[in-house]
């Protein structure tokens, strides 16, 4: 098992700044990849960026690219999400998630609340 924690959540003006983590704990030796997810009520959790975790090899949705970015810290197991220029739009909940051996988005954390005032 894996267990994620996300935090840097909360309330910014439109135009601001986040800086969302996401810590990593348990069985984390086959994780492939790990990415950002959000979700809006009545809408589809969408990725929002992704990075192989012993390359660092990143990928960002068209929504996203230039503003956001995703990083990881090896050694402390934790992934962030830099989040800049940001919109009322980005309003969701985000969630990190652990994509393992069997090639499929298998861990979740509990998510955190990102809300972009206009």
Same mark, same amino acid.
């Given at each position: 098992?894996?267990?994620?924690?996300?935090?840097?959540?909360?309330?910014?003006?439109?135009?601001?700044?986040?800086?969302?983590?996401?810590?990593?704990?348990?069985?984390?030796?086959?994780?492939?990849?790990?990415?950002? &997810?959000?979700?809006?009520?009545?809408?589809?959790?969408?990725? !929002?960026?992704?990075?192989?975790?012993?390359?660092? &090899?990143?990928?960002?949705? @068209? !929504?996203?690219?230039?503003?956001?970015?995703?990083?990881? @810290?090896?050694?402390?197991?934790?992934? &962030?999400?830099?989040?800049?220029?940001?919109?009322?739009? @980005?309003?969701?909940?985000?969630?990190?998630? !652990?994509? @393992?051996?069997?090639?499929?988005?298998?861990?979740?954390?509990?998510?955190?609340?990102?809300? !972009?005032?206009?």
């Amino acid at each position: 098992q894996v267990q994620l924690v996300e935090s840097g959540g909360g309330l910014v003006q439109a135009g601001g700044s986040l800086k969302l983590s996401c810590a990593a704990t348990g069985r984390t030796w086959n994780r492939l990849e790990m990415g950002w &997810f959000r979700q809006t009520p009545g809408k589809e959790r969408e990725l !929002v960026a992704r990075i192989t975790w012993v390359s660092g &090899f990143t990928t960002y949705s @068209d !929504v996203v690219k230039g503003r956001f970015t995703i990083s990881r @810290d090896k050694a402390k197991n934790t992934l &962030f999400l830099q989040m800049n220029s940001l919109k009322p739009e @980005d309003t969701a909940e985000y969630y990190c998630s !652990v994509k @393992d051996n069997s090639n499929s988005w298998a861990y979740w954390g509990q998510g955190t609340q990102v809300t !972009v005032s206009s």
